[in-house]
């Protein structure tokens, strides 16, 4: 989904069918492209981000947290983010690393925001919850 506060640079339906939005995502300064999920016939909030998929498991957590990663094929860095926005931690996926857990027991509760960036491009994204 597109953050309600982001900013908006350029939306354009191509010939596939898609609504295309490149958008700055708040706090991380992130510049990313979405693409709609149904031909045309999607509002724009209901949209995904083009690229890695990541998810957070458990979500909730208070102990550990997994990160997996579809595509293994680089190295990424993976940086965690408070609603502040202020990098509070970082880790990194080997080639060929599918997933990467994380203990935060020790972190405050509270949401936070994982994203892996490589060669200071944002490749995927995922918010998670600390108990």
Known sequence: LIEPTATVHRLKALGDGHIYVSATIPFTNDCLLYR??????TSLPECELTGLNITARPNPAT?????ERSMTDKEGLLRF????????RKARFSKGQKQLSVNVSSW????????IV??????GRVKFVVR
């Open 81 to 88: 983010y408070n609603v502040n926005g202020t990098t509070i």
């Open 36 to 41: 709609s999920y149904d031909p045309l016939y």
């Open 118 to 123: 490589n060669q200071g491009k944002t490749f």
């Open 63 to 67: 102990e550990q947290v997994t990160f």
């Open 108 to 115: 405050p509760g509270g949401m936070y925001l994982a994203r």
